[in-house]
Structures are given as structure tokens and as C-alpha cells.
């Protein structure tokens, strides 16, 4: 099981395939924000995302869109507040900003957002 960490410094890339997202660690999802929508609310009827962590990775279903491809460009990214499985949800340190890119054939390129880059709080 690879660490957010390992996964930021190695450059290890997810997937996507239309509105789901594949992310090569495990973590518990705070926040999601797609276009000019902040999800906090996951795993309900009325929620427009959900996720479910494996034993390897998270897979997270973004409901409101039929195609990722077609709402994010190249210029913008879905951005999430994750904290890695097993760590203090209740530390705001273990709190990560990540910025998602959707690339050409699935990819999905994964970075972490300084506090310099404006994050809708």
C-alpha cells in the first residue's frame, strides 16, 4: 500500500474513466471541489459524490457528471482535503490539499497544493 507522500514524491499517477476517479492510496475524503461545486457530503442519497477506500486505493464516483473529461480542461483541477487512512482525522496537520489533473489516456496526475494557491476553504 503506497503513502500520499510516496505517491506526491514519486509522481505516481491515478486513473479516471468518465465520473469515477482512481487514486493509488488509501484515504478518507473531506472535501471534494469540481468546476465551481464544494462537495462535503459523500456517501448519502443526496450526495453528488461518494467514495469507497480498498485495501490499495480510493475510488471516488462523481455523480453529477456523466464525463470528467468534458467539465475540467487541462487549465483547472479537481481539488480535494484527504487525510491518509489510519492517521488523526482530528490533526489538522495530516490534512493534504491535492490538486487532480486529468491527462491524456486515463491519467490522472496528482499534486499537492501549497498554501500560496488559492483553495476555496
Do not use: C, Q, W
Not at 18 to 28: C, D, H, K, M, S
Amino acid at each position: 500500500m503506497r503513502t500520499i507522500d510516496e505517491v506526491l514524491e514519486n509522481k505516481i499517477d491515478g486513473l479516471y474513466y468518465g465520473n469515477r476517479v482512481l487514486l493509488p492510496f488509501t484515504a478518507e475524503i473531506l472535501k471534494a471541489i469540481i468546476e465551481d461545486e464544494i462537495i462535503m457530503e459523500f456517501n448519502t442519497p443526496k450526495a453528488s459524490a461518494n467514495y469507497s477506500v480498498k485495501e490499495d486505493y480510493t475510488e471516488i464516483y462523481f455523480h453529477a457528471y456523466k464525463n470528467l473529461k468534458e467539465v475540467v480542461t487541462k487549465y483547472e483541477a479537481i481539488k480535494l482535503v484527504v487525510v491518509e487512512k489510519g492517521k488523526d482525522l482530528f490533526n489538522i496537520n495530516n490534512h493534504k490539499k491535492l490538486a487532480l489533473h486529468l491527462k491524456e489516456n486515463h491519467k490522472l496526475t496528482i499534486e499537492e497544493i501549497d498554501d500560496n494557491i488559492l483553495f476555496i476553504e
